[in-house]
């Protein structure tokens, strides 16, 4: 298929697109901080769904693989049970070595979880003790949190293979974050109850946590994580914090007890996210895009044009030359004007949108009908992401009624 700015589905683009995944069967990648394209950007990672209309159960697998960007055909790989739908299986290239995958497994025998690292030239396999939430970009090792409890938290970015053996303990010091190579060793950095005692607001003391997302820093020494609390009869809402750490275990909060949530490494310094900071936070929590500064200061400015930093809640990451900075976007309810945007976006349309870092120039790349379903769990968020070289961007869609990868042409951008 060649890129065209007009697709089903599209109702409006700045830079021609493309379907790169077959025409037959549902595809889709995953999240938007994962490298997706191998090196010279001719092949794109994939999984081949089974269904995507319906929550999975604990025996439904997806056929991962290689999808070949000219010729759309998918090469397969591997299959695993271990996968959701709005992260799949942490499936992802290695930054470094972007000969190696990296998907995560179920091993039924036993009822353990694994992350498998492949080589695809030599076909060389290791396994990590544990499942990991993020791989460091030289592949050699991750961090690893409880993908049955996080299931349990948002069914979307979870594992349903087993319970959570600690589903009934609200802090429990045997579950943790753990550092995990793929020699097979690993060491627990933290426990729960640790993040209780010393991250916990009095409101919240002893509520049920669990860490939801984690991602190590280009330089693979540093981390930020997202620790949020079950919602209950006594809290009914869930409130998020935002903790910086080491490989030593050395924990720092960013932010206690607010809204946070989709985040980027700019580089081993700063980071970019959605959030509404304890002082920055008005009466409607509306959040805000913030650069913050991972030292002990943990200062924080606003930034991005209007259509991007006060967006609705975007997954926000910025191009390999740091030119472009993009957000892909949640549908509206019902139709509605967005800040910043002088066109009205029909209920169920998404955008993604794209500023020029150096020109301070900004508007939506594209808008296309993706709605959220009853169970939103299930629902195709877009998480754009580029490629390598900066000059693509790829997002999933289900603007024709199935799950597929889209593909925009960045050097033919109308800004």
């Known amino acids: ?231 209950d009869e006594e809290h009914p809402h869930w409130s998020t914090s935002l903790l910086t750490g080491d490989l030593q275990g050395n924990l720092r909060p960013v932010s206690l007890d607010t809204m946070v949530s989709h985040y980027w490494w700019l580089d081993d310094k700063y980071i970019l996210a959605y959030a509404s900071p304890e002082d920055h936070t008005p009466a409607s929590w509306k959040g805000h895009l913030f650069l913050i500064e991972d030292c002990d200061s943990h200062r924080y400015w606003k930034v991005g044009s209007p259509l991007l930093s006060d967006a609705w809640d975007i997954h926000c990451s910025v191009s390999p030359d740091g030119r472009y900075l993009i957000g892909d976007s949640y549908p509206p309810a019902k139709d509605a004007r967005y800040d910043g945007d002088s066109e009205i976006t029909p209920a169920g349309y998404r955008h993604i949108r794209i500023q020029d870092m150096h020109t301070g120039k900004s508007g939506v790349l594209c808008e296309i009908y993706s709605p959220l379903p009853e169970n939103e769990d299930i629902r195709c968020d877009l998480h754009a992401r580029f490629s390598r070289d900066g000059k693509r961007l790829s997002f999933d869609s289900i603007a024709r009624g199935k799950r597929e990868i889209l593909e925009i042409d960045l050097t033919k951008l109308d800004l």
């Open 1 to 231: 298929m060649e890129f065209t700015k007009k697709l089903e589905g599209v109702r409006r683009a700045l830079a021609p697109m493309r379907y790169i995944t077959p025409e037959e069967g549902e595809y889709f990648f995953g999240y938007y901080d994962l490298p997706a394209y191998n090196a010279d950007g001719t092949r794109h990672l994939a999984s081949r769904l089974p269904f995507s209309d319906h929550d999975r159960g604990p025996e439904d697998e997806v056929e991962i693989g290689e999808v070949d960007v000219e010729t759309r055909r998918f090469y397969p790989i591997a299959r695993t049970s271990a996968w959701c739908f709005q992260q799949n299986c942490m499936l992802q290239y290695g930054w470094e070595d972007p000969d190696l995958i990296f998907y995560n497994t179920f091993e039924k025998q036993d009822g353990t979880y694994h992350t498998v690292r492949r080589n695809l030239k030599t076909g060389e396999e290791a396994k990590s003790s544990r499942a990991l939430a993020t791989v460091s970009r030289n592949g050699q090792y991750g961090l690893s949190i409880n993908f049955p409890r996080v299931w349990d938290f948002r069914a979307g970015y979870g594992y349903c293979n087993t319970k959570d053996r600690y589903f009934d303990d609200h802090t429990p010091k045997e579950d943790g974050v753990f550092l995990c190579d793929f020699a097979g060793n690993e060491k627990m950095l933290f426990n729960y109850e640790e993040l209780d005692r010393r991250f916990a607001t009095p409101d919240k003391k002893g509520a049920k946590i669990v860490v939801n997302h984690i991602t190590l820093n280009p330089s693979g020494n540093r981390f930020l994580m997202l620790l949020r609390n079950f919602r």
